[in-house]
């Protein structure tokens, strides 16, 4: 069965202070891991997908690395804003086009 | 802009009505979109597959009968919650696949049951 596992689950970083979220995977064959953003009560924002191992994606301050096993979310000086739930799922080939599985999330909390 | 949306944002119906959630796919045909509900401070768990044209695939536990799921045209989903009860209340989203693989979510629908 498909599974993600993301760490840590609450992350608090000063302004200004890089880091990075942990998304670990097992899935029989990869057909994308997703990365969003989900702000309280709303929906998950897309932000990237990776396809395979090696691939990097960049968007302002956020940098999405992919290996054969896990997946790294790199925040560059965050700002306030940035505070939200980052969540990694995962689309497997054996499963339908479209489904995937999600991870707990990591909350994180950027302050001034 | 949105590329899936949802209403209404939020409802509140009392215990043993019926409630109706409608998922859009803007600009695109989507024959697949799915339905997730989530928890307070946890994550997104898939209940149904939504399949245009044909009954919805559920997933174990979710009672089919009590989360009915219509999908009708290339552009709408509906998720109806049937005699629902204060343990239906819950945040509800939708999602689809636009061509590229790209997989987009609704606002999301909070439902709360009194």
């Known amino acids: 069965e498909d599974q993600v596992t993301q760490s840590p689950e609450a992350l608090r970083l000063q302004e200004g202070e890089s880091s990075s979220l942990n998304c670990s995977y097992t899935?029989?064959?990869?057909?994308?891991l997703f990365w969003y953003r989900q702000d309280p009560g709303k929906g998950p924002e897309f932000l990237f997908t990776l396809y395979s191992a090696g691939e990097e994606k960049e968007k302002e301050r956020l940098k999405a690395t992919l290996t054969k096993k896990e997946s790294f979310l790199h925040i560059t000086a965050p700002k306030p804003e940035d505070s939200a739930t980052y969540l990694c799922a995962v689309q497997g080939r054996g499963s339908t086009l479209g489904r995937l599985y999600f991870g707990r999330g990591t909350q994180l909390t950027v302050w001034p | 802009g949105a590329v899936v949306s949802q209403h209404p944002s939020r409802v509140i119906c009392k215990s043993g009505t019926s409630v109706k959630i409608e998922c859009r796919s803007l600009d695109f045909q989507a024959t697949t979109m799915f339905w997730y509900r989530q928890f307070p401070k946890q994550s997104l768990m898939l209940m149904a597959t939504?399949?245009?044209?044909?009954?919805?695939?559920?997933e174990q536990g979710v009672e089919k009968d009590k989360f009915l799921i219509n999908h009708a045209s290339l552009t709408l989903s509906t998720l109806t919650v049937t005699s629902a009860h204060p343990e239906d209340s819950s945040f509800y989203i939708c999602?689809?696949?636009?061509?590229?693989?790209?997989?987009?979510f609704g606002e999301g629908s909070w439902l709360t049951v009194v």
């Open positions: 939504s399949n245009e044209g044909s009954k919805a695939t559920y």
């Open positions: 999602s689809a696949t636009i061509p590229g693989n790209t997989i987009y």
């Open positions: 899935v029989s064959g990869l057909r994308g």
